[in-house]
């Protein structure tokens, strides 16, 4: 080094070009930039892209989404502990190849790539489509009918289940050609068009009543639907 070379210095403009800036509700991020943040951000539970822009929850209110959520996910578990070949997630980061959205589900269920899947996983991150989701929403205002909607019908989601809590209501939405379709209940009761066998009481999920709402669940695991799903899931695994 010359006597007139000055080592660099470490000014502040440098240091505040590599500090990542904080996510801020609303901003309107790229999915590389919106993931970039996030992830410097361990401290923050739950961030959202739709469509490019930000999403972030306020402080959660045990009646108006946490009980019922944990409702909910006691349900989707109850279903994957008797289905091989099937996970289901809480609060996952949903990776949409394609899109400008970077969802992160309350629920979800799939089907795990060797059980012959459409997802798969990049860097513990579920990648593509899940076959069902679930979102507990205050009421029909809620992006998860409107905004959220229109990216998970997009990306693909076969079945979306959005439980409008203060509504005291449950839509249940089956992907078509022709944009999502709100099936009604049989007799009281949802029947799953993706997962056989996964059966839902929706008055007594908005009661509260875990009971019947297992006891339902129960029938639906005991039926020939799904006895027959499993059964394919199995050779599918055996391939």
Known sequence: MSSTSVPPILGKSSVQERRVPPLQ???HLTVEEFHRRYLAMPECKKAELIEGVVYMPSPISIEGHGS????MGGWLGYYRAFTPGVQA???STVLLPGTSS???PDLLLRILPKYGGRTNTVDNYV????DHIDEIAASSASYDLHSKLHVYYKAGVLEYVVWRVWDRAIDWFVWTEQGYQRIEPDQGVYRSRVFPGLWLDADAMIAGDMQRVYAVLQQGLQSPEHAAFCEKLRQSEAK
């Open 25 to 27: 509700p609303g901003d």
């Open 68 to 71: 019922p959520h944990v409702d």
């Open 102 to 104: 970077e969802p992160q």
């Open 89 to 91: 997630g809480d609060n």
């Open 127 to 130: 990648s593509g489509a899940p």
